[in-house]
Structures are given as C-alpha cells and as structure tokens.
C-alpha cells in the first residue's frame, strides 16, 4: 500500500447517504444520475422540485427546503454549480443568483456503486467460460497488435482488460456465496438435493473451460517476447496521451506503469512463477473442494433421509416371503437372495495364464495382485532412493553425436546455397529435418522488424520478399507444400 493525500482526506462526497436528512437527498441525487443517464447534464432548481413533489412521499416538500438541500449537496462537492445569466433583464434578477446545477464525477461514481448495492442480490455473479475464451483469442492476438493503428490497439486492449476485470470479480464473488454462511445452512437443507446436480454441473463446465483454456494462454504469455510488449505498450501509452482530459494532467511515466501493471496482473494470473501456484490453479483448487463438498453433504442427506425411514412394511413383506418357503432349502436360498448380495461385484485384471487348459480350475491359477491406493488428495508414492551415478562419459558422447548431427546439418544447408543465398523456388527434395530449419530461419527473421537474423553458427541473413506474390512448390521426402517465392540472403560481416 502506498499512502497518498487522496487515501487520508476524507471524502466528503459520500456525507449525504448518512446524514439526517438522507431521504431528501438521495432522492435528489438518484434524479440527477436519472437526467444524467438521458445525457442532461444541467438542471435547474425549478426542475429538481417539480420531479421531487410528484411522488407522493414529498407531498409536503417545499421550495425552500429543496433549495436548502441543493446548497447543502454544493457545499459537500457533490453538486456543481453555475449562475445562469442568458435570460438575466435586470440588476434584480442577477441578483437572485438563477443557478444550474451538475453532478460531481465523484458523484457519477457514487451514485453507481449504490445502484450496484442495490440490485446486488438481483444480479449476483457467475463463472462464465466464455469469459476465458475471449481473453485466450485476444491474448493470442497480442504479436498482431505490434503491426496495427492506435485506435485498433487501445480497443483490444481495453476488451482485455475488461473481460479479466469481469473475470476476476465475477469468480470471487460467486464462490464467497458459495462459501459463505447462507450457502452453509442451506447446504444441509432437504430442498438442497433438488438442484444440487444442477449446481455440480455448472462448476464441472467451468472447470473444463478452465483446463481447455488456462494451459494455451499460460504458453501464449510465456512465448511473448519483451520487443513485442514494449511495441503493444507504447502505442496503448501514444493513444492515452492523445486523449483531451479536462483538468487533469496526467504523465507519460504513470500510463507506462499503469499498462504495464495490468498487464503483470494478467500474467500472474495465468502464469505460475518463482514456484508459486498461479491464480488459475487456486480457483481450480477451489472450485474442485466446493464440488467435494457440496457432494459430501448431498450424501450425508441422503443418507440421513434413508436412516429416518419406516421399514416396518418391508420386514413384514420379508417375513411373508419366508413362511410360503416349503422346506428349509427354499428357506435357504431366500435368505441368500435377501441378505446376501444381490449384484456381487467382480474385479478385472490383465491376467496372464499359464496354461491354455479349458480343465483348470481357477483355484489352480496362479493369483492376480491388485495395488490398492488411498482416495485421499495428499497421497504420494514413496519415490525409491538411488545412488547418484557417474554419467560424464554418457554425457561427452552424446555431445559428441549432437555436434556431429548439427556439422552434417550445416553442410546440408550450405550445399543448398548458390551465390550466397537460399532461393526456396529452385530446392531439390529436402529432408524433413532440413525443412523445419530453414521454415525456422524464416519465421526468426520475420519476427524482427528490420527482416533479418542469424543461424545457429552465428552467421547474419535477411529474407528476401521482393517476390512474396508469387507462390513456388517446396518438395520434402513426406510431402510438397506451397509458398511465397522467398530467398534467404546471407551477409558477409566485415
């Protein structure tokens, strides 16, 4: 936390929802944010009254007093005001001060967060995985950004921030409700079975919408090189500061920080570091303890409801089955089939034989083990213990190969050379390995703005695209692709 002048000054901005006559105005206010939704900024006293005495509950509201509660809500800042002067025709008139009033922005805000609050209950949140499937296709979009205008750049960005933002409160609030008192009591309710299924398969959606996205985007953000950021960055801070603002100064430092905060707060999101668990991974966690939960109390339920029922009729029914047993056989099989097991259960395995012999008895087989391992989450293997071995001459030889691999590589490629460069329309048939090193140097050098970079042996190229319109045939021993007629171009470094 760092403390500022805005964190320590008290806000006078928010008096009116407490003060003695709060019903007054807050009235007033919710008639201005009302006029302020309908794009009228300005009001005059005349208009608040005339709005005010038409509920019934201000039947006996009077002007004065509303222009006592307008004076009230100016001094408190929540209230801006100004001296109309257009319809003025004499000294008299200027001096009864006719003024317009307009809600503060800090009003504007307050007067949300109540509204807010008050449907709080009506809308309540959610876990939407179509939240997590826009921020995986912009995320994905993030190199393409490097090449677009400012104003395609800032909307994507904001669609970013904005769909993380919702993400992020949206999750918090649903499984506080899930983890809160209420959601307690009623979890041990009869009327809690109805639509428990219902509330397991809503999370089990979202939690496969979080393992069919969270993964990709991890690999997206991890992928993103710094060059990149900076370029996405700097174009988000141009079209900021291009923005008018109407009293309000703001600096080239503290939209860098701010952008590249958010920014941070999404990559730590998706992204586990310093072998920390990302945010991710502790709503999965979370949302796969409440299933649990919410399964260990339907059974209990269940259960409960199953111990507290009347038997009575079914033990009478029993016995009755077994007076009309003829003999003491019959008897037995009966209670077999009542008390025994009804559906005995058998356990498979990948059994091996030792004999083919239809006459062997399975008495005569040899057993199959089965490992039984606990159902409980904290359960590990024990990991066998070994001595460290000495693998140096493992380690030289295979070096050794790999070196070897990448000089045959090397001279592969340099037999494909003719006067310096790498034209793809002329090839022979590649090998398939050869292939994926050259599609390499190609991707490398259009990744960097300038067209060019280096092979492995440190060697500087730039790519040819003065004929990229035109397409050529590559042939490889699995297969023939088509592309644009690029040439890699080698420089000579003095």
Not at 2 to 10: E, I, S, Y
Not at 210 to 216: A, K, P, S
Not at 366 to 392: D, G, H, M, N, Q
Request: with cysteine; proline share 2%.
């Amino acid at each position: 936390m760092q403390v500022t002048d805005k964190l320590t000054k008290a806000l006078t901005e928010a008096k009116y929802l407490n003060a003695d006559n709060v019903s007054r105005y807050r009235c007033i206010m919710r008639i201005f944010f009302e006029n302020y939704e309908k794009l009228r900024y300005w009001l005059y006293q005349e208009e608040v009254y005339a709005q005010m005495v038409q509920d019934p509950f201000f039947a006996e509201y009077k002007l004065e007093q509303c222009q006592q509660d307008l004076a009230m809500l100016v001094e408190w800042k929540n209230l801006n005001t100004i001296q109309d002067t257009r319809k003025v025709s004499s000294i008299e008139e200027f001096k009864n001060k006719k003024f317009r009033y307009q809600m503060s922005e800090y009003s504007v805000e307050i007067e949300r967060l109540v509204l807010r609050l008050e449907n709080l209950f009506i809308e309540g949140a959610s876990l939407e995985p179509t939240l997590l499937e826009r921020i995986r296709i912009n995320i994905s979009r993030f190199p393409q950004m490097v090449d677009e205008d400012l104003n395609k750049v800032y909307t994507w960005w904001n669609d970013l921030n904005n769909d993380f933002v919702r993400l992020n409160q949206n999750y918090q609030d649903y499984i506080r409700d899930l983890n809160s008192v209420k959601a307690e009591e009623m979890m041990h309710t009869k009327e809690f079975l109805v639509f428990k299924d219902r509330l397991v398969e809503y999370l089990r959606n979202f939690i496969k919408g979080l393992q069919r996205n969270v993964g990709v985007i991890e690999e997206d953000l991890r992928t993103l090189e710094d060059g990149n950021k900076q370029q996405v960055f700097e174009k988000i801070v141009q079209y900021e500061m291009l923005i008018p603002r109407m009293d309000v100064e703001v600096s080239r430092e503290l939209l860098e920080e701010k952008t590249k905060g958010r920014f941070q707060s999404i990559y730590e999101w998706f992204v586990s570091s310093n072998g920390e668990e990302n945010e991710a991974g502790k709503l999965f966690d979370a949302t796969n303890e409440i299933i649990r939960r919410i399964t260990r109390y339907a059974a209990q339920l269940s259960e409960k409801n199953a111990f507290g029922a009347n038997r009575r009729e079914e033990y009478r029914k029993v016995a009755e089955l077994f007076l009309k047993c003829e003999d003491v056989q019959q008897a037995h099989r009966m209670s077999a089939m009542v008390f025994g097991l009804e559906k005995p259960y058998h356990l498979k395995g990948d059994l091996v034989r030792q004999t083919d012999s239809m006459n062997q008895s399975v008495y005569e087989e040899r057993p199959f083990e089965v490992t039984l391992k606990p159902r409980v989450r904290t359960y590990r293997e024990k990991s066998s213990r070994s001595a460290i071995r000495e693998a140096a001459e493992e380690k030289q030889r295979t070096r050794q190969q790999m070196i070897k691999k990448q000089k045959e590589d090397m001279r592969k490629l340099r037999e494909l050379e003719s006067d310096g460069k790498i034209d793809f329309s002329t090839l022979p048939v590649l090998e398939p390995h050869v292939r994926e090193i050259l599609l390499k140097w190609i991707s490398d050098a259009m990744e960097n703005p300038a067209g060019a970079a280096r092979t492995e042996e440190g060697r500087y190229y730039t790519l040819d695209m003065s004929r990229k319109e035109e397409r050529c045939v590559v042939h490889c021993e699995d297969g023939s692709f088509t592309m644009p007629k690029l040439a890699i171009v080698f420089q000579e470094e003095g």
